[in-house]
C-alpha cells in the first residue's frame, strides 16, 4: 500500500495532535515510558511561530488513510544554509512496511530542493548500549540509510533538589581562580545590556564545543534570533535561567542557561561555553552553580535537570559529575552527505 506523505497546517489541531502522539509514542516505545519528550503545548507553539530562524515544516504519514507516523523538516535561514535537520517518528506497530524509508526519501528529496546538501538529525538509546547503539532502532535505520555517527553524547541527570551545602562548598573552592571576574544572573529575558556580548559568546558555541564530524560552521552573533528564542520559551511557558561571567574589561568571558518547562517538571541545560582565553578559572562551573541555586529558588517543583555533553567532552562531563549529574542516555548526531 503507498505512504501518503502531507504536510500540515501548524494551527489544525487535530493534525498537530496526530503529529505528536505519533512522535511521542515513537520514542517512549524506544527509549521507555519516562523518555524526555517534549510535550503536545511546546511543540504546537514551536510549529505555530513564524520564525525567522528556521523554517519548520512538519508532515503526517499515512496508510490507507490510517496515520502511522510524522517526520519534520528544518531549514536554517540565517546561518548554515546547507543544512536541514530531518526527523522521522513510525510508532512499533508500523514499522518493518516501509512507512520510514518513504518518509526520509521525502525528505531528503525536499531539502536537495531547497538546496540543502548536508543532512543531518539525531537519535537516542539506552547508556548501557555503549556509544555506537548497536541494535537501537533509530540508530540502525539510520545507518541501513547512509547516516554516519557525526556525534556521540551523553545524556545527564541530575535528580532534584540539589544539597546547598554542596553548592557552597563548590562556591567556596572556585572563589580564587574566578577572582577578577563579575557573574550576573537573572530570570526570563537577558537583560539589554549584556545581550550583545552574549550573543558574541553564544554564536561560537556550535564550533567551539566538540563538534566531531559535523559539518557546521561558526554562527553570526545576531541578538534578534535570541529575542526570538525568547519569545518562544514565553509562549511554552517555560522559565529561562542565565548568567553571564564578565572579566574586568567587561567581555563575556562565560555564560550558561537553563531552561525549565512547566509541563513535564523538568529543565534542560542549554548553552554553556567559556571563551578560551578565560578557560582554567572554573568558570564553567560557577556559571552553572549561579543557575542551579536560582532554579531551586524560583522553580522548586522541578524534578531533575538534563544536559548533554559531547562524549569527548571530558572536561564537561568531569564539571557535571561534580554537580551531581550521572549517566541516563546517549544520542547520535547523525549526518549524511548529498554530493
Keep these: 500500500m503507498t505512504i501518503e506523505i502531507s504536510r500540515i497546517d501548524p494551527f489544525d489541531p487535530r493534525d498537530v495532535d496526530a503529529w ?3 512522535y511521542a509514542a515513537a520514542e517512549r516505545a ?19 511561530q513564524d520564525s525567522a530562524v528556521v523554517d519548520r515544516r512538519a508532515f503526517l504519514l499515512r496508510e490507507g488513510g490510517e496515520v502511522v507516523g510524522s ?26 512496511r516501509g512507512v520510514g524509508t518513504a518518509a526520509l526519501t ?12 548536508t543532512l543531518q538529525a539525531s537519535t537516542s538509546w539506552p547508556h548501557e548500549l555503549g556509544p555506537e547503539g548497536a541494535g537501537a532502532p533509530g540508530r540502525e ?13 551523553v545524556q545527564s541527570r541530575l535528580k532534584l533538589p540539589v544539597d546547598p551545602a554542596m553548592l557552597d562548598r563548590i562556591d567556596d573552592e572556585i572563589a580564587d581562580p574566578t577572582e577578577g571576574y563579575a557573574l550576573r544572573s537573572w530570570v526570563g529575558r537577558i537583560p ?4 550583545e556580548r552574549w550573543a558574541i559568546l553564544d554564536a561560537t558555541l556550535e564550533t567551539e564545543a566538540p563538534t566531531g564530524e559535523l559539518d557546521i560552521e561558526p554562527l553570526k552573533p545576531d541578538v534578534d534570533s535570541i529575542r526570538e528564542s525568547e519569545e518562544l520559551i514565553d509562549r511554552q511557558h517555560r522559565i529561562s535561567f542565565g548568567t553571564i561571567a564578565l572579566s574586568s ?23 554553556t561555553l567559556v571563551r578560551a582565553a578565560d578557560r582554567g578559572h572554573r568558570l564553567g562551573i560557577a556559571v552553572k552553580v549561579a543557575n542551579l541555586r536560582m532554579l531551586v529558588a524560583k522553580a522548586p517543583q522541578t524534578r531533575a535537570v538534563y544536559t548533554y555533553n559531547a562524549e569527548s567532552n571530558a572536561h564537561m562531563l568531569a564539571v557535571n559529575t561534580l554537580l551531581g549529574f ?3 542516555e546517549r544520542l547520535g548526531e547523525l549526518q549524511k552527505r548529498l554530493i
Design 30 to 48: 524506544d527509549r521507555g515510558a519516562d523518555a524526555v519528550v517534549w510535550s503536545l503545548a511546546e511543540s504546537r507553539s514551536e510549529l505555530q
Design 326 to 328: 550521572r549517566p541516563s
Design 192 to 195: 539589554d545590556d549584556v545581550v
Design 141 to 153: 535505520f539510520a545507518r541501513a540509510h547512509g547516516y554516519a555517527l557525526a556525534l556521540g553524547d
Design 71 to 96: 517526520a519534520s523538516l528544518a531549514l536554517p535561514l540565517k546561518d548554515n544554509m546547507h543544512t536541514a535537520h530531518l526527523a522521522i517518528s513510525v510508532p512499533p506497530e508500523n514499522r518493518r
Design 249 to 271: 574589561d567587561g567581555a563575556a568571558a562565560a555564560y550558561s542557561q537553563l531552561v525549565a518547562s512547566t509541563d513535564d517538571g523538568n529543565a534542560y541545560q542549554w548553552g
Design 20 to 22: 505528536w502522539e505519533a
Design 106 to 117: 521525502s525528505l531528503e528529496a525536499e531539502a536537495a530542493a531547497s538546496a540543502r546538501m
